[in-house]
């Protein structure tokens, strides 16, 4: 499984940065996508990164988001800047199935869910 942290508590305005680790295999080899869901609503796609560093995020999620990897440390990151209260979740993780290196895609199936890192937003 992946393991999501760096949750927690954030005034509106302000930013937080998510990591997303794997003990158990390396990640480079993956796409990672990185999701939420808010309570009451379905799960959402955030941001995916395909193996070749290549990010991609919906119209919706563009311009605040940010994901980046650091393959020495096995770790996908999602910044997350202005942070507003529609941004409360549980953010979560996956590793892409199948896929190439070169393009991720939300939408695909994913594995290795881990247990996710709850933003809450409020001031």
């Known amino acids: 499984q992946l393991q999501a942290s760096g949750g927690g508590l954030v005034q509106p305005g302000g930013s937080l940065r998510l990591s997303c680790a794997a003990s158990r295999f390396t990640l480079d080899v993956y796409n990672i996508g990185w999701f939420r869901q808010a309570p009451g609503k379905e799960r959402e796609g955030v941001s995916c990164?395909?193996?070749?560093?290549?990010?991609y995020y919906p119209d919706s999620m563009m311009g605040r988001f940010t994901i980046s990897r650091d393959n020495a440390k096995n770790t996908v990151y999602l910044q997350i800047n202005d942070v507003r209260p529609e941004d409360t979740a549980v953010y979560y993780c996956a590793a892409e199935m199948g896929g190439n290196r070169y393009t991720c895609d939300l939408h695909s199936n994913y594995h290795s869910w881990g247990q996710g890192t709850l933003v809450t937003v409020s001031s």
């Open positions: 990164i395909s193996g070749e560093s290549r990010p």
